[in-house]
């Protein structure tokens, strides 16, 4: 059933128009960020839920349909626009869970997963919260570093930090980073 659902999430995905460089071509951003995701949890859980597996996946599934320059540019518009997001996140996972005939409690545990319902006391969300995370450092964080001032990284590094678990924290230490940018981790830890 995964590959099916994962199959599916990844073809709304390709249409993005947004790209990204991924092993020298040029890829639709979202598709890379998905697979990205996945990857990440398997290493995470070598045998997660089918749920987390459908919101990690979905995680930005069809993200660009709603941009962030339709928000005010303050931190109540991007809060707005996040909550928005992950709204019709669970919306377009649950009609795909639909289409393939799943229950309606795997229905409802995506949506609560990709949505962060009870973030601090379901296992599963905050194992997902891990790998959004760790998928950020791996990937995303030397760029993130490199275009903003250094307060507002150790910031962003100390905000990542406290959304993780000790298992999280493990990994993060294991990921192989610049040398910088493990420099200005270490300082936001310190």
């Not at 995701?37 to 839920?49: G, K, Q, V």
């Not at 990690?56 to 997001?85: C, F, V």
């Amino acid at each position: 059933m995964i590959e099916k659902i994962s199959a599916k999430i990844d073809a709304i995905n390709a249409e993005d128009p947004n790209t990204v460089m991924y092993h020298g071509e040029e890829c639709p951003k979202e598709l890379v960020y998905g697979q990205r995701m996945t990857d990440m949890l398997h290493e995470y859980d070598p045998a997660p839920s089918l749920a987390i597996q459908v919101a990690a996946r979905g995680q930005h599934i069809q993200r660009w349909a709603i941009p962030r320059s339709d928000y005010p540019m303050d931190r109540k518009g991007y809060l707005k626009w996040r909550t928005e997001l992950k709204l019709m996140h669970g919306e377009l996972l649950a009609e795909i869970l639909q289409e393939e005939s799943a229950d309606s409690s795997l229905i409802e545990k995506v949506k609560n997963l990709v949505t962060k319902k009870r973030l601090k006391t379901d296992l599963e969300t905050q194992q997902l919260e891990d790998v959004i995370c760790l998928v950020f450092l791996k990937y995303y964080f030397s760029e993130f570093a490199a275009e903003h001032e250094e307060e507002k990284v150790i910031s962003i590094i100390q905000k990542t930090w406290a959304k993780m678990t000790e298992k999280g924290h493990e990994l993060a230490l294991q990921l192989d980073y610049k040398e910088n940018d493990l420099e200005l981790i270490k300082k936001a830890l310190q």
